[in-house]
């Protein structure tokens, strides 16, 4: 199998797999206790938590570990509208995001969807022209998790900023992580969140960077672990797997982008005048390609029975029929979305996979 739906799960680097080992034996204590079984889960989370701030450039009080992306964008925008906050956000938004902001409306707060250009791309300007004195959250992604399309999230954070200093801010970074390097202080957000099976951690964990004096009210009640922004017990093996996954792939960037770019570069001259990009820029991982009158959802079925897993759809999309919000956004119609399908790269990604993926490609719109 060649997989090329990195952009859903990627498979779990070994450096995870070697730092989770002993947890899943001796070092089994829940870190809220106060035995000596329990501070050694206790030191190797805040250990994990010490380092995960390095790496974003920030304070080991300002992240929070979660159970993953969709918790983090959830706390972020549901945890900072208590009271009936309002929240712009841009038509492209993961799924946590938009559902999250819904939810909210049938609350009473008001939320505006800044719609996007035919690329995907929301623009400054407008996200900060839709802010007002009701809204307390900007919610704009990194990246888009179809499309792969790069968000203006350091301009977005100065416009907004400019005008409405009260305002948070808030990037959805998990699929931005997986190939670039992420510094809040250069982002200018107060909240970002990531997810660990996207960069080669494990599933069921994630985090929240919640800037200093971001003040969030937990979605989860209980225990008050996580400084009291998330109730539960730590999920102390993932969360180390997470941050050593973080570790492998920050060190393994030149390496990965170098690799990972000749594979797409192969993979779409081979497919060229058959399969065009919906986009002309994105993430290096990404390859959004539109194939007219061929229905996704039997491509993708064809390529799987040849040995090429690629995705119709966002992995977070359930149901055959329905269409994605991101292609509506950017203009396209039913059919034409339907023709659209999605292949990302990843950090097991070999260059010569490039071509053979493109070959299976050509062979299955062969077989119609």
């Given at each position: 199998?060649?997989?090329?739906?990195?952009?859903?799960?990627?498979?779990?680097?070994?450096?995870?797999?070697?730092?989770?080992?002993?947890?899943?034996?001796t070092v089994f204590g829940n870190p809220s206790g106060s035995h000596s079984v329990s501070r050694q889960a206790k030191n190797a989370l805040e250990e994990a938590r010490e380092e995960a701030a390095a790496m974003l450039g920030c304070a080991s009080l300002e992240v929070v570990f979660t159970g993953g992306g969709t918790e983090s964008d959830v706390l972020a925008l549901a945890g900072y509208t208590t009271?009936?906050?309002?929240?712009?956000?841009?038509a492209v938004e993961h799924e946590a995001v938009l559902e999250t902001a819904a939810a909210l409306t049938r609350r009473g707060s008001k939320v505006v969807v800044v719609p996007v250009d035919s690329l995907g791309r929301v623009d400054p300007e407008r996200v900060s022209a839709a802010v007002d004195r009701e809204t307390t959250v900007v919610s704009v992604m990194a990246a888009n998790n179809e499309t792969g399309v790069i968000q203006p999230i350091s301009e977005i954070s100065r416009l907004v900023r400019s005008s409405h200093p009260h305002v948070r801010i808030h990037t959805d970074a998990v699929q931005y992580f997986a190939s670039k390097d992420v510094n809040v202080s250069e982002f200018g957000v107060d909240l970002l969140s990531l997810s660990a099976h996207k960069f080669g951690g494990p599933k069921g964990v994630g985090l929240l960077y919640v800037k200093e004096g971001t003040e969030l009210e937990p979605v989860l009640h209980g225990g008050g672990q996580e400084m009291g922004r998330r109730s539960g017990t730590?999920?102390?093996?993932?969360?180390?797997?997470?941050?050593?996954?973080?570790r492998a792939a920050t060190s393994d960037r030149a390496r990965y982008r170098r690799d990972v770019e000749?594979?797409?570069?192969?993979?779409?001259?081979?497919?060229?005048?058959?399969?065009?990009?919906?986009?002309?820029?994105?993430l290096v991982q990404h390859s959004h390609l539109s194939f007219p009158g061929v229905v996704n959802e039997t491509l993708v079925i064809k390529l799987d029975r040849r040995g090429l897993a690629a995705s119709?759809?966002?992995?977070?999309?359930?149901?055959?029929?329905?269409v994605s919000h991101v292609l509506t956004a950017m203009g396209y119609d039913r059919d034409q979305a339907r023709q659209c399908v999605r292949f990302t790269f990843g950090w097991t990604t070999r260059p010569d996979e490039g071509e053979q993926a493109a070959a299976i490609v050509l062979e299955s719109l062969e077989s119609r």
């Open positions: 199998m060649i997989y090329l739906d990195h952009g859903a799960t990627t498979p779990m680097r070994p450096e995870a797999w070697d730092a989770m080992a002993p947890f899943a034996t009271g009936g906050g309002g929240v712009v956000t841009s730590q999920n102390v093996m993932g969360v180390v797997g997470m941050v050593a996954a973080m000749e594979a797409r570069r192969r993979f779409e001259l081979a497919l060229e005048g058959v399969g065009f990009r919906t986009v002309p820029d994105s119709a759809a966002s992995a977070c999309q359930s149901g055959a029929s329905k």
